[in-house]
C-alpha cells in the first residue's frame, strides 16, 4: 500500500511536483478488459493488431489516464483531494511491457475555491516518447 500524503491547499505552491513509474503488463491490461469491457482487438488481439499500423497490441488509453488517479490521490495532493476533471490528449503508443513515467506539477492556484490545476506527463520510458499530455483540475477539502 502507498503512503499517502496529507499535504493541505496552503501547503502547496505552484511548480510543486510528483511522478511515479510504473510497467504496463499483461495482467493490468487483462483486468482491465474484464472490468470495463473494452475488448477492441487493437488492445487484445494480436493477429489483428499485428495487421495495423502498430504492429502489436496498443494499450489502452484510459490505463494510462488512470495512473493519474493515483498519481493526485496518493502523491500530488494526496489525501485530501477531489478529483474533479481532465482532460488528455495522446501522442505516441504505450505497449505491453512498456515502462511509463507519470509526472504531475501544479501549474495553478485558485484560492477562492481552493482548486489547483495540474499539468501532467505521461512519457513511455520504453521507447522514450510522450505517450500523452494532459492536465487535471483537483480541490482540495483542507
Known sequence: MNRLSNTTY????????????????QKVVLNFIKLFGD?????CDTDYA???EFGQPV?????LTSFCSKLVGVYLPGKYA???SNEFKFHDPVFINDKIKIRGLISRKVDAFKIIEITIEIKNLTAN????????????LK
Open 50 to 52: 499485428a495487421s495495423t
Open 129 to 140: 516518447k510522450i505517450a500523452a499530455t494532459g492536465k487535471a483540475l483537483v480541490r482540495l
Open 10 to 25: 496552503d501547503q502547496l505552491s505552484v511548480g510543486n511536483s510528483a511522478e511515479l513509474i510504473e510497467i504496463i503488463n
Open 39 to 43: 475488448n477492441n482487438p487493437l488492445h
Open 82 to 84: 477531489l478529483y474533479l
Open 59 to 63: 494499450v489502452h488509453g484510459a490505463i
